[in-house]
């Protein structure tokens, strides 16, 4: 990465959690884990921590959270293993672009070599058709 | 994977028009290669095809009925040559066309890379819309097989003037050359009780059948030359026919 982009990064602090339930988001995992519902785990927090949040809330809270995850499971590979060395020996090179034109080029349609169109009646010879 | 499959060969109706006799050429054919003694596999593609009349109503247990309307279509033609067969006779049922014309664009470049030839074969009468359905096949499958033409006579006076001069069959046969065969009108009182009873001509011709009225001697004569002219016209085309 650029280098003023770098320490323009490093300049923004890390803004803290907005979520209340980011401090018993572990409590949470857990809790689904063991095949809590939602409703269960509002329960829950509201009994042992005395937090009330809304079902919808805990659903939001876990949905974000897991698609974070996924995010993290697709995330590109770095730069550097995307690319082989290729050799630049001129003779490689030369064979290669050879070797490329002289791949026949693949046929995507067959040439017809008869045609008949199946909605038009038969015309016999002398009744408007050939001749 | 590529598999060997040179000198083999399938042959197959083209199935479009019904009750044109695309059965009866079959069984003729599977006959003429059972006297030369050149082994075959015997397919009913023909779903719709009631028992009697039917392939296998000829053949019983010697042929595989098959149900070519599904996602594989017609890939028992490549189960059966990597079995060995050298040659596949497959009779297919009216409306198939598209089945096959599917299989040929999806499987053809393939199976064709392994040395299997393919040869349609379509039968005509008078009936110019027996003529249309053939035409409709060749459009479909181009030069991806090479075609025979049967012209059934189903009366002593036979015409086939929309074979003969439609400008489309006529364009047909410039450009796919096609080999013509013909098989001759058959007389009611051996073709009925052949069909009725599943017997084939040489079991009439050689009187190995039990229905008395293939027994009659004037029968069992017509089937013999009958039987002769019409292997002369499978003679004559062996070269589509044979791997």
């Known amino acids: 990465m650029d280098p003023t982009l770098l320490s323009l990064l490093e300049a923004i602090p890390q803004k803290p959690p907005r979520s209340k339930l980011e401090t018993h988001r572990e409590l949470i995992r857990q809790l689904r884990r063991k095949g809590c519902t939602y409703r269960d785990i509002v329960r829950i927090l509201h009994e042992s921590v005395g937090l009330?949040?809304?079902?919808?809330?805990?659903?939001?809270?876990?949905?974000?959270?897991?698609?974070?995850?996924?995010?993290?499971?697709?995330?590109?590979?770095?730069?550097?293993?995307?690319?082989?060395?290729?050799?630049?020996?001129?003779?490689?090179?030369?064979?290669?672009?050879?070797?490329?034109?002289?791949?026949?080029?693949?046929?995507?349609?067959?040439?017809?070599?008869?045609?008949?169109?199946?909605?038009?009646p038969l015309k016999l010879v002398g009744q408007g058709g050939l001749r | 994977m590529k598999t060997g499959n040179t000198n083999k060969r399938i042959v197959f109706t083209m199935g479009g028009k019904g009750g044109v006799g695309k059965t009866g050429l079959m069984v003729a054919l599977a006959e003429w290669?059972?006297?030369?003694?050149?082994?075959?596999?015997?397919?009913?593609?023909?779903?719709?095809?009631?028992?009697?009349?039917s392939l296998k109503h000829f053949f019983n247990g010697s042929v595989t009925k098959v149900n070519i309307h599904t996602p594989a279509g017609l890939d028992t033609f490549i189960d059966?040559?990597?079995?060995?067969?050298?040659?596949?006779?497959?009779?297919?049922?009216?409306?198939?066309?598209?089945?096959?014309?599917?299989?040929?664009?999806?499987?053809?470049?393939?199976?064709?890379?392994?040395?299997?030839?393919?040869?349609?074969?379509?039968?005509?009468?008078?009936?110019?819309?027996?003529?249309?359905?053939?035409?409709?096949?060749?459009?479909?499958?181009?030069?991806?097989?090479?075609?025979?033409?049967?012209?059934?006579?189903?009366?002593?006076?036979?015409?086939?003037?929309?074979?003969?001069?439609?400008?489309?069959?006529?364009?047909?046969?410039?450009?796919?050359?096609p080999t013509v065969i013909r098989m001759e009108f058959r007389l009611a009182e051996l073709e009925n009780p052949a069909r009725q009873h599943g017997v084939r001509l040489g079991q009439v011709a050689?009187?190995?059948?039990?229905?008395?009225?293939?027994?009659?001697?004037?029968?069992?004569?017509?089937?013999?030359?009958?039987?002769?002219?019409?292997?002369?016209?499978?003679?004559?085309?062996k070269d589509v026919f044979l791997p």
């Open chain 2, 206 to 237: 050689m009187r190995q059948n039990s229905v008395d009225e293939l027994k009659r001697a004037s029968i069992v004569m017509r089937a013999e030359s009958y039987r002769r002219r019409l292997f002369s016209e499978f003679d004559r085309a």
């Open chain 2, 80 to 177: 059966h040559l990597e079995s060995g067969t050298s040659i596949i006779l497959a009779d297919m049922g009216a409306g198939s066309g598209q089945v096959a014309s599917d299989w040929f664009d999806a499987m053809y470049e393939d199976v064709s890379a392994t040395g299997a030839r393919f040869t349609a074969v379509g039968v005509i009468t008078p009936d110019p819309a027996s003529v249309e359905s053939v035409l409709a096949w060749a459009n479909r499958l181009q030069d991806r097989v090479q075609y025979v033409v049967v012209q059934n006579a189903t009366s002593s006076q036979s015409n086939f003037s929309y074979w003969d001069s439609a400008e489309q069959a006529i364009r047909f046969r410039e450009s796919l050359s």
């Open chain 1, 52 to 120: 009330d949040v809304a079902v919808s809330t805990i659903h939001s809270f876990v949905k974000v959270r897991a698609k974070h995850r996924k995010q993290v499971q697709y995330e590109l590979p770095p730069l550097e293993s995307e690319s082989k060395p290729i050799s630049a020996s001129s003779d490689d090179v030369t064979s290669r672009i050879a070797a490329l034109r002289a791949k026949p080029i693949e046929q995507k349609t067959r040439p017809k070599h008869f045609h008949f169109e199946e909605s038009e």
């Open chain 2, 33 to 53: 290669f059972e006297v030369h003694e050149i082994p075959f596999t015997l397919l009913d593609l023909d779903t719709e095809n009631k028992a009697r009349g």
